[in-house]
């Protein structure tokens, strides 16, 4: 529909780590929260290789674990971007089946938001995405290469800063969230 593919973004590399530090965090959480276990006590083993048998027996925590921490930081910091084709992009607005077409007739500018990892495409019929990556260079290169007209001042610089701040304290936000739910036993 759209073409062969040019390019496909990541996510900040800032971000990446912030999600490998709530992996690391919640692993940590999970692993010294086994030994709390009375079936776990009760075999009088506490080991590693233990606590993976453990999980082998009673795989109940681990795929709790694994379904709500394993597989959305996997998507989120490796697979999700958004994707740059011949004739279009495919814009990820977050799950797969909410993907968005389009094409490049249909946009009428870009600005650039930071010298070198942000951008916002502007559509004609009034959408605007926002487009973060760690090379941002390589995403105006193929909207010049379109014929896309664009503005490379900084001035909508302030307000994408307040929105990394407002996507830093909802990540936080759900983890506390997470945190609490588990520890209070909402998931058992």
Not at 9 to 28: A, D, K, P, Q
Not at 72 to 77: E, I, L, N, S
Not at 131 to 153: F, K, M, P, Y
């Amino acid at each position: 529909m759209l073409g062969k593919k040019l390019y496909k973004t990541s996510m900040l590399n800032e971000f990446r780590l912030v999600i490998v530090g709530l992996v690391i965090f919640f692993f940590n959480d999970f692993y010294l929260d086994t030994f709390t276990y009375e079936k776990f006590q009760a075999g009088g083993k506490f080991k590693i290789l233990d606590v993976i048998m453990y999980h082998y027996f009673y795989p109940y925590e681990f795929i709790t674990f694994f379904s709500l921490i394993i597989i959305p930081a996997c998507y989120y910091g490796l697979f999700r971007g958004v994707k740059f084709c011949e004739k279009g992009f495919i814009f990820n607005r977050g799950l797969p089946f909410l993907n968005r077409s389009v094409q490049y007739a249909d946009i009428k500018t870009y600005k650039l938001l930071h010298p070198k990892k942000a951008i916002s495409i502007h559509s004609k019929n009034g959408d605007i995405f926002v487009i973060a990556d760690n090379s941002v260079e390589r995403v105006i290169a193929i909207l010049d290469q379109h014929n896309i007209q664009g503005d490379l001042a900084q001035d909508d610089y302030v307000k994408l800063i307040s929105n990394y701040k407002m996507f830093m304290m909802m990540v936080i936000g759900f983890t506390v969230f997470v945190f609490a739910m588990k520890k209070f036993g909402l998931f058992q």
